[in-house]
């Protein structure tokens, strides 16, 4: 990897501990069932992603196991987490059922699916429960 500057490397590192934290919690808290807390980390995820994309060096996220798919299914959970939080009748955006419908590589919003494919997602368990 080739780094700018040590200043560069100390905050890719620490951007990365940041975003494998937030993962860890957005998939712990779908897992355990609490819709408003994964879409809270997924979101987090996602922005956390968002701006270390353009200050690390090219593919360095994904070289950390971060790739598209990561971020498409951080992006699923952050959605669908919000719309069961906010309950029956309400969604943050409208328009998601008929997008995934217009985009046949990305699972209805109504059934989330995963594959074994997922299964090399960045792994790790929280030995706690996050606080």
């Known amino acids: 990897m080739k780094w700018r500057d040590d200043a560069q490397k100390k905050n890719c590192e620490a951007t990365l501990e940041n975003l ?3 993962f860890l ?4 808290y779908s897992i355990q069932g609490d819709s408003c807390a994964c879409a809270e980390n997924a979101a987090l995820f996602l922005s956390i992603y968002e701006k270390a994309k353009p200050s690390c060096p090219e593919n360095f996220l ?10 498409r299914n951080m ?7 919000e719309k069961r939080c906010l309950g029956p009748g309400t969604a943050p ?3 998601a059922e ?4 217009q985009n046949p590589e990305t699972p209805h919003a109504s059934t ?3 594959t074994a494919a997922d299964a090399d997602t960045p792994l790790g368990k929280p030995t706690a429960a996050p606080q």
């Open 62 to 71: 994904i070289n950390e196991g971060y790739n598209d798919r990561i971020t």
């Open 112 to 114: 989330p699916q995963r």
């Open 75 to 81: 992006g699923w959970l952050q959605v669908l987490g």
């Open 98 to 101: 008929s997008k995934a419908a």
């Open 93 to 95: 955006d409208a328009n």
């Open 20 to 22: 494998r934290a937030a």
């Open 25 to 28: 919690r957005a998939r712990y």
